[in-house]
């Protein structure tokens, strides 16, 4: 395939030479007019050209073939019958513990770990936080705890009960997480909302929108929560798609919320209010803040810092600040 459009091409252009040379002959001697030599050329260039368009199918075919396999492989799997969600699993969880025993994690492929011998517990009905820098591991602890991947050893555990007991509907359903990178669909912003809870009520929906400071942004558009989300959400800003992700959240009213660095396109003010409704959903949720700054989570009741994929400090704000070693590497 590499040399076949190279090889046609040359060709093409050495047929052409040896046509002017025969056909220069030919006028010379009076056998051929001028006009009868440029009708070969073009002769010769449409059946070449014809040529060349066939290669490119050929070497097109092989690419297409393989595409195609891949996209019958995907059409011909058969949907598994939707098994319905326990409801029950979020009273199970809720106010219970997350223990991570000896957790190791390797991505496929991986030489080095994701994650090596994390031993930690995420106590619940408070503010959790894993801090640490880009690559240390946080956003690959928070897939474990939504059951993304197993771990490659150790366990997790919910209260007592192994997180590999439960099935991943209903663990996932009992979770609400933010992702760094916010998702939102086309259509009006409270059906983007109320993906978190599609049976949620007016009146969760209107606390939803207040716990995320949602509220003054909703009230400057003329058709208030019914309003239109262009594609991708253009027409909005990065920290207004984060707060209608966090509402999204807090609607779940989900016993265990994870939030990926999900303040990090916030102003001081709206991050301030929100990290109150963080503390506002302890009463019923186990919160969970990933952020890469431990001053933008001195809020929290207990920190765990990672770096490199170990754990290598853990308490509050204030143990931790007041730590000589710590501060000498925040430095």
Not at 52 to 79: F, H, N, Q, W
Not at 243 to 267: G, H, K, T, Y
């Amino acid at each position: 395939m590499t040399y076949l459009t190279p090889a046609i091409m040359l060709i093409l252009n050495f047929s052409i030479l040896v046509i002017v040379w025969v056909g220069s002959s030919l006028i010379s001697n009076g056998n051929l007019q001028v006009g009868q030599l440029m009708a070969f050329i073009q002769y010769a260039i449409q059946i070449m050209f014809s040529v060349v368009m066939a290669s490119v199918a050929l070497t097109a075919y092989p690419r297409a073939s393989v595409s195609a396999s891949r996209m019958m492989e995907v059409l011909d799997i058969k949907p598994g019958s939707a098994q319905p969600i326990n409801k029950h699993i979020r009273k199970q969880i809720k106010g219970k513990s997350l223990q991570l025993n000896d957790v190791s994690f390797y991505y496929p492929g991986a030489e080095q770990p994701a994650l090596s011998n994390i031993n930690m517990t995420i106590k619940p009905n408070r503010i959790n936080a894993i801090v640490g820098g880009t690559g240390c591991g946080k956003s690959t602890l928070l897939q474990l705890l939504l059951k993304f991947y197993k771990p490659t050893s150790g366990s997790i555990h919910a209260g007592s009960v192994p997180l590999e007991d439960f099935k991943e509907a209903d663990w996932r359903n009992a979770v609400g997480y933010v992702p760094q990178k916010n998702h939102l669909f086309t259509g009006t912003m409270e059906e983007n909302i109320r993906l978190g809870n599609v049976t949620a009520t007016n009146e969760e929906l209107l606390n939803a929108i207040e716990d995320a400071n949602l509220r003054p942004l909703i009230e400057s558009f003329s058709n208030k929560h019914h309003t239109n989300l262009k594609p991708k959400a253009a027409n909005m800003s990065g920290g207004q798609k984060q707060r209608v992700a966090l509402a999204r959240a807090f609607i779940s009213n989900a016993p265990i919320l994870m939030f990926d660095d999900s303040l990090s396109a916030l102003d001081f003010k709206t991050s301030e209010y929100v990290q109150a409704s963080f503390r506002k959903n302890t009463n019923v949720s186990t919160i969970i803040v990933a952020s890469q700054d431990i001053h933008a989570v001195s809020y929290a009741d207990h920190i765990v810092i990672l770096d490199k994929g170990k754990v290598v400090a853990s308490g509050s704000y204030q143990q931790l600040t007041a730590d000589d070693s710590f501060r000498v590497k925040e430095g």
